[in-house]
């Protein structure tokens, strides 16, 4: 198929790309990578009046070393600058185990993790695993730069905290906690490859108890969210396979869960508690 | 109706989102069995009860008796479930109408360019044949959904008239593909297994719903009927056999031919019923399909059901098979042996482990045409075949065929029987197929027909340019044609090794004709029309084993064995290509494919995002071997080898999933085997019991 009319424009610098933005709110759309938003304008889904490509903004790719174990990613790194990063493979490995199974070749090449979170799709991968590891986003807009919590940021369904004449710059990820290891287990709807369920563990132990725990999940809800009743249920717990199957089985507490014709919400629910668990004995696992 | 024609696609698709319809929603039905209902909706006047057609087929007299006096009958309503066929290149023609002559041209991806241009001047258009012509360049997949006439290809060539001659070109995107490109399958059984606690089958009978959509597809009707019913013994002498089909009409995109069209669904229907008949009664069910194998002296086989007589009184007969020898060679490759010990194994790494057999014949090689064309067939058309073979002055070969190729490397087949046959190069031979203009009638390529029944008219093609340059040899060299012998592309005097000419000294000097015998004309240029007399018959033993998450329910295919009997190969690599390929979508509609419609009769699975097609890494290495059971319907032996794949494996995984879940007192659940919805079902027995 084929978009409906739109103007493009390509600005060569992130301040240039706010003052087009700020000019064109509420029909400009920024397009990174390209691999959500292009498909759905040809299919005629969105049809933004203007496109703002700051695909080729160079500032804005870059990863960088914070320092301790912490680390920024610039919004247009794309999966495979993520998946090439000895940085990011040492301080973040959930990531380099995640993204081979995002997408495919051609999608890893072009998609951004930045794009991935702004344009949030229940089913993505990397909010999860975002929301596992404690990023902190860096927002700029003609007001300057705000920089927030993974926690409050994905707000439903392909809406976030984003505002219409803002940009997402960078994904900062803070040093993972002492003791702790991190997985990502899921279970793909096999026609899209999208995640029916997936789960996101970063979990650490100390003097033989559980000390921290971030789980997160995605796909089953409405939003990417954290289970803040597994991570609970978990800390402080002794990490045996009956402790961490019961901080599970509360994966989908509080939850609307999901129901399509791939995959009931008994399913997800059940799969969310399965997958949890699995997360949790991998990344106890890679904590060693 | 209303279609927008416009200079660009993107203007096109713009006017499109301009016209505005308010439709008047009535009640609609999408599945067969409710369609046929009191109360249902009725889709057409003509349709009582949405009914099409009842056909039967079989001994219903003798079926009844055999199952209602049977020691133990087995029962069960399967559901051979929708499936899109999904070619890499979606349907698309571009029409051109020459307003000089009044002459029609489409270029159109389809696999019977000759029956489209037939249908479209006879039936659609109202004009003369040898106005239209119909090019069918490269075609890209198709799967069966290419054989048939669509309303774009008429459209096409009314609009380039409406606009004195502008081409008009139409390409449909995947998600109209998925809506109005026709769908396979869809079909809704209530079968009944009869026989002993031994382990004989003494009888089947067969009751099917088969949905054929909103209307009918050009040949709709003959795909559950013919290609459907009269396989429904498989490769099993049961004396017993009555199927009665019902054609309902729903709210649905029309249903037609898909890889194996009919013989797939017949398969699955047989080859479950073997399975559900053995655990039954306490029988491996190798064993149960070894006590009941046709034997190898019974062929000609003549099945006692009358499954294989044409209303007209026509026979087939299955022409040859050894089934013992095909199924013991796949047991052995798999390890038959040590299934138990596998079973317990996977147990251990927290998984089910299931193994299935599907023990598949297949008619093809379709079809001699006073049987196919007999009145209650669903195809009412003849289906010989068409060739000719011209050897050029310069020595060079063309063959061009009435077959039509989608991907199947038929260029490469063809030239090897024909350098076979004359003792050439393959480099010095093209061909050409696809045009209406410059290739002789011929009915497509479908049905596994191609090598059989066209290659038999190449080789026959091939037997009368040999004859004429044998006798043309005799006047070059001034012998008796008793005296010319053949070998390779030499035609020597018998005796005289010295006194000879290659078949292309022949033909440059016959081609130019200056010195001819009495009542030779030039040319080295042959034409034949190939009626077969029989349809073929493959046959095989496919051998699943899965392994089922404890947790997820998800099944992952970890071995796949084929044993394969085709008859002879012409090209063994081509031949494991279409095994391959046909595989791949017989596990496809297993473990992942459906066409999903809602109750108001919205296509759910609309596009490859909700429509599983698989992908190669879903896959093991799939393990082939054969058997060579020669066909002698024809003088290269060969049966064709397009659909196998798709006909077995269906049911080998299905079979192979069912054992897996048999801890759970499972015995059937319907396809696709989804996580979820095997997840589901260990879950309600685990609650039951």
């Known amino acids: 198929m084929i978009p409906a009319a739109f103007d493009y424009a390509r600005p060569a610098s992130l301040d240039e790309a706010l003052t087009l933005l700020a000019r064109g709110a509420g029909s400009a759309k920024v397009l990174a990578g390209g691999q959500s938003l292009l498909p759905l304008m040809r299919l005629r889904l969105a049809s933004p009046g203007k496109l703002i490509d700051i695909g080729r903004i160079a500032e804005l790719r870059a990863i960088r070393d914070l320092g301790n174990g912490a680390t920024a990613i610039g919004a247009l790194a794309t999966y495979r600058d993520v998946l090439d990063s000895a940085l990011v493979g040492r301080n973040h490995p959930i990531l380099a185990s995640a993204i081979p199974g995002i997408g495919d070749v051609q999608v890893r090449n072009r998609g951004t993790l930045g794009g991935a979170i702004a344009h949030a799709d229940p089913a993505s991968d990397i909010p999860a695993i975002l929301l596992a590891l404690d990023a902190s986003i860096a927002i700029r807009s003609g007001n300057g730069e705000r920089v927030v919590g993974i926690d409050g940021f994905f707000q439903g369904a392909f809406a976030t905290d984003l505002a219409e004449d803002e940009i997402l710059t960078e994904i900062r990820l803070p040093a993972t906690p002492a003791g702790a290891g991190m997985a990502y287990c899921s279970i793909e709807q096999p026609a899209s490859g999208y995640s029916m369920v997936g789960v996101a563990a970063v979990v650490g132990r100390a003097a033989g108890s559980i000390s921290s725990a971030r789980v997160a999940i995605t796909g089953v809800a409405d939003v990417a969210y954290r289970a803040t009743a597994v991570e609970k249920a978990l800390i402080g717990s002794d990490g045996s396979s009956a402790a961490i199957d019961a901080a599970a089985a509360h994966a989908t507490d509080g939850q609307q869960v999901t129901s399509d014709f791939n995959a009931n919400a008994e399913y997800r629910a059940a799969m969310a508690a399965v997958h949890a668990s699995r997360a949790i004995e991998a990344a106890l696992a890679a904590a060693g | ?689």
């Open chain 2, 1 to 689: 109706m209303a279609a927008v024609i416009a200079e660009t696609a993107a203007q096109a698709v713009d006017a499109l989102e301009a016209i505005v319809v308010e439709w008047e929603p009535l009640a609609v039905v999408v599945d067969a069995e409710k369609a046929t209902q009191p109360g249902a909706p009725q889709l057409h006047e003509n349709a009582p009860n949405n009914v099409v057609f009842n056909w039967t087929v079989g001994n219903k007299s003798g079926t009844d008796a055999a199952v209602d006096s049977a020691e133990v009958v087995v029962r069960q309503r399967v559901v051979n479930q929708r499936l899109i066929p999904n070619p890499m290149e979606v349907r698309g023609d571009i029409g051109v109408f020459n307003p000089g002559t009044d002459e029609y041209t489409i270029w159109m991806s389809s696999q019977t360019p000759h029956i489209q241009r037939l249908l479209l001047a006879a039936f659609v258009m109202g004009i003369p044949e040898h106005k239209i012509r119909c090019i069918s360049p490269d075609v890209g997949g198709a799967f069966g959904s290419k054989i048939f006439c669509y309303a774009d290809m008429a459209l096409c060539l009314f609009a380039s008239k409406a606009l004195n001659g502008r081409p008009v070109k139409w390409v449909e995107t995947r998600r109209e593909n998925y809506q109005s490109t026709i769908h396979g399958r869809d079909h809704i059984t209530y079968l009944e297994i009869a026989g002993t606690r031994q382990g004989e089958i003494t009888g089947l009978r067969v009751k099917t719903f088969a949905n054929l959509g909103g209307r009918l597809s050009t040949i709709g009707p003959g795909i559950p009927t013919t290609l459907y019913g009269r396989v429904l013994s498989g490769c099993y002498k049961i004396p017993n056999v009555y199927c009665e089909v019902t054609g309902v009409y729903t709210n649905t995109t029309f249903v037609d031919a898909y890889r194996g069209a009919g013989r797939p669904e017949a398969t699955y229907v047989v080859e479950r019923a073997m399975d559900l008949f053995a655990d039954e009664i306490g029988m491996d069910p190798a064993e149960l399909r070894r006590r009941n194998f046709i034997a190898p002296d019974k062929f000609p086989y003549d099945n006692p059901s009358g499954l294989g007589t044409a209303s007209n009184g026509e026979k087939i007969y299955i022409d040859s098979g050894n089934y013992e020898p095909a199924m013991d060679m796949a047991l052995k490759t798999v390890g038959y042996d040590s299934l138990a010990k596998a079973k317990t194994d996977a147990r251990a790494r927290g998984k089910y482990l299931g193994l299935g057999l599907s023990t598949y014949i297949e008619v093809c090689g379709v079809a001699p045409s006073k049987w196919i064309g007999a009145v209650g067939e669903g195809w009412g058309a003849a289906m010989w075949e068409s060739a000719n073979l011209k050897i050029h002055l310069t020595g060079k070969v063309v063959l061009t065929m009435g077959t039509q190729p989608q991907g199947q490397g038929h260029e490469t087949t063809y030239a090897q029987i024909i350098a076979s046959e004359l003792g050439l190069t393959m480099d010095d031979i093209i061909v050409q197929h696809s045009d209406t203009q410059g290739t002789p009638f011929g009915y497509g390529s479908y049905g596994s027909r191609t090598s059989s029944v066209g290659g038999t008219a190449a080789v026959k093609a091939a037997g009368k340019v040999r004859e004429k340059a044998r006798h043309y040899a005799a006047h070059m060299l001034e012998a008796s044609v008793d005296d010319i012998e053949v070998v390779g592309n030499e035609y020597r005097v018998k005796g005289s090794p010295e006194k000879k000419k290659t078949l292309q000294e022949i033909a440059f000097a016959l081609d130019l004709g200056f010195s001819l015998p009495a009542g030779m004309e030039p040319y080295l240029d042959e034409t034949v029309y190939h009626d077969t007399p029989n349809c073929t018959w493959p046959f095989g033993t496919h051998i699943a084993v899965v392994e089922i998450d404890e947790e997820t329910g998800k099944v992952d295919l970890v071995r796949y064995v084929a044993v394969d009997d085709v008859g002879k190969k012409i090209n063994p690599m081509i031949v494991d290509g279409q095994l391959h390929g046909g595989i791949a979508q017989g596990v496809g509609q297993a473990l992942w494919e459906g066409a999903v419609y809602d109750d108001d009769g919205q296509l759910l699975s609309g596009s490859m995002l909700d429509y599983a097609v698989p992908r190669a890494s879903w896959f093991p290495n799939f393990e082939l071997g054969e058997t060579v059971t020669p066909s002698p319907v024809n003088p290269l032996g060969v049966k064709g080898v397009g659909e196998a794949g798709a006909i077995a494996s269906t049911a080998a995984v299905a079979n192979a999933v069912m054992d897996a879940l048999s801890p759970f007192g499972i015995r059937h659940i319907d396809m696709p085997f989804t996580a979820p919805k095997v997840w589901r079902a260990m879950h309600d027995k685990e609650a039951r019991s």
